[in-house]
């Protein structure tokens, strides 16, 4: 027994000893429990000799009942090599390398995919994981847990370049702002109001030209990678553009094979983020270097070595690109013809964001110089076209501060009227809306028989058909003011109604089973802008054919067929509509009037 001490004594230094090496040469991973929809992290320790980033290929193979993802590795500098993936099954995963180096090959191990803790402080902030946005039901987006995902972006093209202070403050805008998009430029950007020098370049090098193509500089993106770990947090997409024609440093003219290498590195690094779009270029028509083929190669490596097949989109300047290749999961616009937004539907079949709309702000240059109403104007008109629309903010800056380049904090009177706009949308079933266009410069979006949406344009009246048994709902929205008042309901049937001002949005909604009907109230005008009033009417408690016996004005249109002969009767409801009133210059009909003459009947 006494031998058998002295002997463990003896050989425990160097069991340690093996440990720790053995333990050096394996994997480095992160716990062995991973949420869903998170990434699991796998490090292994390398060579650094020669040049890693070309001669060292690596990837894993990550299992789960007969599904097989295959991520590529990157070497992350200093002899680290990672491999990231996101599962997005619960249960048990198992990897196992593949790599040209025999210390990086055949390293095997598993981990659990949890539950997501919904109600984690670190994900309240983000409204929670629902996992990665998908296309739904042919022109909309889900999130991968069937939540659906309505987009309001924003375009911040160059703030990660903008150093510490300027990029935290930019976070802490958008903490309190209503996007959930924001499109970003992985290589810097030159361009008017934007001059100043990066701290990162993705090269080893010098600048502005002398630059290893072949050698990443893994601190320029493992700083880019925090900022879309940081929006994620925030429940922000990251719509990241890989490339883009405002350059001086030599990043939009790369040879192919760099481009190529690129876009696998890139892929390998943040794929494995939920919150991860490749937006393949902003106007991709400028950058004369490159072919329409390029594009459609770009496309296909990254659709190639993506394992979960994260949106794809492309942004055009003055010539589109094709968005009805396979390649291409939804189209981005740049255009100011919002009103064509339901032909773009039926052009792609596919979500339609408009990107870029122009910019609300105040420099010379067209596309930065709307003001706020027009912007938020476009908002709605893209919205009821069944559209997404986007944001961005140019104002002048004596230190050329604007948010549409370098972020930091927003000025405009825009994204307020957008964050009312998305709370009236988001719990509306926008996936299931269709878009039309009622008359000249007048759209609905509507769920026939139970939602809809009309966006007026122009004061001049229209007319639906409301289906069904049951009454429904009237509200009026003021974009602007963001107001929602409450005009009482209308039965089934014909239903007219003329705003009381443009940019006007007139919701009507069934009412739902059991839902209490709305309290009678008195008719009641609302300041016009050169139109007619609108007077909205309560109602009675619902009985048989209970609107036409509580308010006579329900009745119009059948009235009108049995006085038909009756001129004066005509001419008391001259102008009437079912809670659309065209009123004279007096002011609102009284409700007594037409009790008046219904008692004279």
């Known amino acids: 027994m006494r031998l058998n001490r002295v002997f463990f004594r003896l050989m425990l230094p160097a069991v340690v000893a093996l440990f720790l090496a053995t333990e050096s040469a394996a994997a480095k991973t992160t716990p062995q429990k991973v949420e869903r929809w998170g990434i699991y992290e796998l490090s292994l320790s390398g060579p650094s000799g020669g040049n890693p ?19 590529e590795g990157f070497y992350d500098g200093d002899g680290v090599y990672r491999v990231r993936f996101m599962p997005d099954t619960l249960g048990e995963w198992t990897y196992v390398t593949r790599s040209s180096r025999r210390e990086l090959d055949a390293k095997k191990g598993k981990f659990t995919c949890v539950k997501v803790r919904q109600n984690d402080p670190a994900l309240r902030l983000a409204g929670g994981n629902h996992g990665p946005v998908r296309v739904h039901n042919t022109w909309h ?6 939540t659906p995902y309505f987009q309001v972006g924003t375009t911040c093209y160059a703030w990660v370049h903008q150093g510490i202070a300027m990029e935290e403050q930019t976070l802490a805008t958008l903490k309190k702002a209503p996007f959930n998009k924001m499109r970003m430029c992985v290589f810097p950007k030159d361009y008017t109001y934007n001059k100043n020098e990066p701290k990162y370049y993705p090269f080893e090098g010098r600048p502005l030209k002398d630059w290893d193509y072949s050698r990443f500089n893994p601190e320029f993106f493992r700083h880019f990678e925090q900022r879309v770990a940081n929006l994620r947090e925030l429940g922000i997409e990251a719509d990241i553009i890989l490339f883009h024609p405002y350059d001086r440093w030599g990043f939009a003219k ?7 290498r690129y876009l696998r590195y ?9 919150n991860v779009w490749w937006f393949f270029a902003n106007e991709f028509d400028l950058m004369k270097s490159k072919k329409m083929a390029d594009w459609d190669r770009f496309f296909q490596i990254v659709q190639k070595f993506d394992p979960y097949h994260r949106m794809r989109g492309i942004h055009n300047c003055r010539k589109f ?36 709309c122009k910019y609300e702000g105040n420099i010379p240059q067209g596309w930065g110089n709307i003001t706020a109403q027009e912007l938020v104007h ?34 405009g009177q825009s994204p307020a009227r957008i964050a009312f706009l998305k709370k009236i949308m988001e719990p509306a079933p926008f996936d299931e809306m269709l878009p039309a266009e009622l008359s000249t410069g007048n759209y609905v979006l509507s769920r026939p028989g139970e939602l809809y949406f009309v966006y007026f344009t122009s004061p001049t009246a229209i ?6 048994p049951r009454p429904y709902k009237i509200d009026g929205i003021d974009t602007w003011n963001m107001t929602v008042t409450s005009m009482g309901s209308a039965a089934p049937g014909r239903f007219s109604f003329t705003p009381p001002k443009v940019n006007y949005v007139l919701r009507v909604s069934a009412y739902k089973p059991g839902e209490k009907i709305r309290p009678k109230a008195k ?79």
């Not at 790369?254 to 190529?260: G, I, L, S, V, Y």
Request: glycine fraction near 10%; hydrophobic fraction near 35%; proline fraction near 5%.
């Open 53 to 71: 980033f070309v001669d060292v290929e690596l990837s894993a193979e990550f299992r789960q009942n007969g599904r097989v993802f295959k991520p």
């Open 141 to 146: 987006f889900e999130y991968a847990d069937g």
């Open 254 to 260: 790369m040879e192919a094979r760099t481009d190529d």
């Open 266 to 274: 890139i892929v390998a690094r943040l794929a494995a983020y939920r």
């Open 321 to 356: 690109y094709d968005h009805n290749k396979p390649w291409v999961t939804h189209a981005s616009i740049q255009s100011s013809d919002l009103a064509r937004a339901s032909q773009w539907r039926t052009k792609y079949k596919k979500p339609i964001i408009y990107d870029e």
């Open 378 to 411: 476009r908002f709605w008109l893209g919205t009821i076209g069944g559209c997404y629309v986007g944001h961005g903010e140019t104002y002048k800056h004596p230190k050329d501060l604007l948010w549409w380049s370098k972020g930091g904090v927003l000025r």
């Open 463 to 468: 007319a639906i058909k409301l289906p069904g």
């Open 523 to 601: 008719a009641s005008a609302f300041p016009t802008e050169g139109t007619a009033p609108f007077v909205g009417w309560g109602l009675a408690p619902p009985q048989k054919n209970w609107w036409a016996k509580a308010h006579p004005a329900f009745c119009y249109n059948e009235r009108i067929q049995r006085h038909g002969k009756d001129r004066q009767f005509r001419g008391r409801l001259r102008g009437i509509q079912v809670f659309g009133s065209r009123i004279g210059s007096r002011g609102a009909l009284s409700l007594n009037t037409i009790r008046k003459h219904k008692r004279e009947e």
